[in-house]
């Protein structure tokens, strides 16, 4: 394993001149560690920079080898007395998220989630940027940019594990107030995420035409060398890409979601300028959009690194995990993979039973499915909301389990008001206005069949998303990977009855809805359980073996 600089001082030994008598014995103050340099989220994080600071700690005293005379004792101690009573201003103040009332906790919850949000939507915003602008010229390379941006983008999210991984982790050993035990963990994900970006750059180089032909079918053979020379070009950003996860990701776990935001605020105006200026007027097509996409994922990667960096953390150094260590991560990691995997699962069984119902229905469920899933992701914030701010209440030094169901409250209170929101206007859209997807009124028809289910599922998402991201901060990780594997075994029994039965795409809809539903009503049983996390003072069965630096 790579060695690593500590990141602690050393303690302050006084010289004293041996020929001088002993001094009588002093109470010697150890240096405060300051974490002025971690820009944590708004005044709400404060007391977490706070809590760093050891308490009932001697914080004015003189060392053997100090003297006071007339012209600095009285500015020293006025500056001294100053700053214990900045100090004491300030720990008063800002007690922080936890000690606040629900109503403070979901705004601070709607302050931290709203830049969030921007990290999830970011993605998709500059795949249609490219849209937009490729449009503009080729149809036939806008054709090739559909299955093209796929293959970028969704395979991508197999590596979305060690973004959660990463969030967990740290604010877990920060929950500890251990930074040495946060930087080796940056540095051994930092290792794993180079590793997965130059394996995807690998993967796509050799097997990246093969998956684009695969996927776009024998009929579309004429996309595949404009849509291969996309993949090509962004696939050299796979590095930096995955890296840029993990540093994002221990950013949002140190509760900072405005740091991750400006960089992929200024990487997706890099993408849009790139777009216009190399495919409008210089001509080159869907390469100048593959060239523009990449540069603004470099750039990200390096702002987040940089972030990172400006928080008292050397993101540029990298430690090779011993094998106790990837265990380690692949406890985290292999729940997240069990839950994204059965999300897809369930989800083509949708479309499976859809596709057999006639093509206004299979055009329908498409319409529909695409407003769930945009909907959707904005109740995922709220799931690394959880993951960001219990783990200090869970594990940490000043552990606090009624603070946590307090929490907890708040967090499925905004969900539920979020998903009132998101139902009303996932169902009012097509509803008034479905003209904007279809003018075919047999489509319209069955769009409007799914609207009740398509309002109860989107509902409840936002808070079941809240319960789960509370189960993975509380490490919790048998318990999801069974209860979702068991929700998706539900609605592979229960799809074909329905359909079986006649109830058509309606029929599907209510499955998903059983679905929402069943993930929310299991993950709150297990909260709530006096064997829960919430309600256990036993936590040594939910805990990961800590990674310490060599």
């Known amino acids: 394993m790579i060695t690593m600089k500590t990141l602690t001082q050393p303690p302050l030994i006084p010289l004293q001149n041996p020929n001088l008598k002993p001094s009588p014995p002093s109470i010697h103050c150890p240096k405060r560690p300051t974490f002025s340099s971690l820009p944590f989220h708004r005044s709400f994080l404060l007391s977490f920079s706070l809590n760093f600071t050891p308490r009932n700690q001697t914080r004015h005293c003189i060392g053997p080898s100090q003297e006071l005379n007339s012209e600095t004792s009285a500015d020293s101690v006025e500056e001294a007395n100053g700053e214990q009573k900045v100090e004491i201003s300030r720990e008063n103040k800002a007690d922080g998220l936890v000690n606040q009332s629900i109503w403070m906790q979901m705004k601070e919850i709607v302050m931290f989630t709203g830049p969030a949000t921007g990290l999830w939507l970011c993605g998709p915003l500059m795949s249609l940027i490219d849209t937009a602008v490729i449009g503009q010229g080729s149809s036939v390379e806008l054709a090739a940019l559909g299955p093209a941006t796929v293959v970028c983008d969704y395979i991508g999210y197999i590596f979305m594990f060690l973004s959660v991984a990463t969030s967990n982790m740290v604010a877990t050993s920060l929950a500890r107030r251990d930074k040495d035990e946060v930087q080796h963990q940056i540095s051994i994900l930092l290792f794993i995420g180079l590793f997965c970006g130059l394996l995807m750059l690998f993967l796509t180089f050799f097997f990246g035409s093969w998956a684009l032909t695969a996927f776009s079918g024998p009929k579309n053979a004429h996309l595949v060398p404009a849509g291969n020379t996309y993949i090509q070009i962004r696939g050299l950003a796979w590095p930096a890409v995955v890296v840029g996860w993990v540093a994002q990701s221990g950013s949002l776990g140190m509760k900072d979601s405005w740091g991750p935001l400006k960089a992929l605020a200024v990487a997706s105006a890099i993408n849009g300028i790139g777009d216009v200026v190399l495919c409008m007027f210089l001509g080159y097509g869907i390469a100048g959009a593959a060239w523009a996409t990449m540069a603004s994922q470099v750039v990200a990667a390096y702002m987040m690194i940089d972030a990172l960096n400006k928080k008292g953390y050397n993101a540029f150094a990298v430690s090779i995990p011993s094998f106790n260590e990837l265990l380690s991560v692949l406890a985290i990691a292999g729940p997240v993979v069990v839950t994204l995997m059965s999300k897809v699962v369930f989800y083509s ?153 006649g109830f058509g795409l309606a029929g599907c809809w209510f499955a998903l809805v059983g679905f929402q539903w069943a993930r929310f009503f299991l993950a709150l049983q297990r909260l709530l359980s006096p064997n829960g996390i919430l309600y256990s003072e036993d936590l040594t069965r939910f805990e990961v073996k800590k990674m310490k630096a060599s």
């Open 349 to 501: 069984l949708l479309i499976y039973f859809a596709t057999s119902m006639g093509i206004h229905t299979v055009a329908a469920h498409q319409v529909m499915l695409q407003i769930f899933a945009m909907c959707g992701v904005w109740g995922e914030p709220l799931s690394q909301t959880a993951q960001s701010f219990m783990p200090e209440l869970i594990y940490g030094v000043n552990r606090s389990l009624p603070k946590a169901r307090m929490l907890l409250k708040s967090l499925v209170t905004t969900g539920a008001a979020l998903g009132l929101v998101l139902g009303i206007i996932g169902t009012s859209v097509p509803w008034f206005f479905p003209n904007i997807f279809t003018p075919d009124i047999k489509v319209i028809h069955e769009m409007h069949k799914v609207l009740l289910p398509c309002f109860l599922a989107l509902a409840i998402t936002p808070s079941t998303v809240s319960l789960e991201g509370t189960l993975l901060a509380g490490r919790d990780l048998r318990f999801i990977s069974l209860s979702m594997s068991g929700c998706v075994a539900f609605g592979a029994v229960i799809l074909p009855l329905l359909s079986a039965r």
